[in-house]
């Protein structure tokens, strides 16, 4: 897991460069998960919305940086209580393949957070924020990891959030956020891994979560100091 040496948008700039090193094949496929600063990420559909500008507005008055997401969805946030992760795929046919990525991947975090304890299920809880039928959500009730997709010519990014702790930050950033963007939200969706199972601590989550990759793939582990382990 890297840390918090890089800002959100120095994060972004990298999950793209590495993206895009994948899809021409200097580089292997590749996963990175990693701290966050706090930002709110904006997907495409919220940046060409009316009221964007004020969402992002109220997002750095309560001292969250705004940038635009590489994967797609609407607006999420990252903090030093969450997990960002990102996956750089090669493939020939990036449309073809978009809901196995998005099976194997949500599968991956289900089967990760029931090895901490969490009741974790596959799908949308109504009222989420940045909906999707993907996300992973505890007990039926509360959102944990919420992810999307970004495709290029030769790879794909899956990409997202888990929520180890610190819901309640989300909550109230996402509050102004949405409602700037007539966006619905039911601020009682967003949940965490330590509500859910009493696990805080990122290393542990983060662990889990490579170890739970590791029973589907082959990994290899890059130094700490390479920003793109």
Not at 154 to 169: I, L
Request: hydrophobic share 40%.
């Amino acid at each position: 897991m890297t840390s918090t040496d890089l800002g959100p948008a120095e994060q972004a700039i990298l999950s793209r460069e590495i993206l895009d090193t994948v899809a021409t094949g200097t580089r292997g496929e590749t996963l990175r998960v990693h701290r966050s600063r706090p930002v709110v990420a904006f997907g495409r559909q919220d940046v060409v919305s009316p009221g964007y500008l004020e969402a992002r507005a109220a997002a750095e008055s309560l001292g969250y940086e705004a940038i635009e997401r590489l994967a797609g969805g609407r607006a999420a946030v990252f903090h030093e209580g969450t997990l960002a992760f990102a996956w750089a795929i090669p493939t020939k046919e990036p449309r073809g393949e978009i809901e196995s990525r998005f099976r194997v991947l949500a599968e991956i975090m289900r089967d990760s957070f029931r090895s901490l304890g969490v009741d974790a299920r596959i799908g949308e809880v109504p009222g989420e924020y940045c909906p999707g039928s993907w996300s992973v959500n505890g007990r039926g009730r509360v959102k944990l990891m919420g992810v999307g997709q970004r495709l290029v010519r030769g790879a794909a990014h899956v990409g997202g959030v888990v929520v180890v702790s610190g819901e309640n930050r989300i909550r109230s950033v996402l509050r102004p956020v949405y409602a700037a963007m007539d966006l619905g939200f039911d601020p009682s969706t967003a949940g965490s891994i330590e509500t859910e199972a009493g696990v805080s601590d990122l290393d542990v989550v983060s662990a889990v979560i490579v170890s739970e990759f590791g029973k589907r793939f082959a990994l290899s582990t890059r130094d700490r100091s390479d920003p793109y382990e």
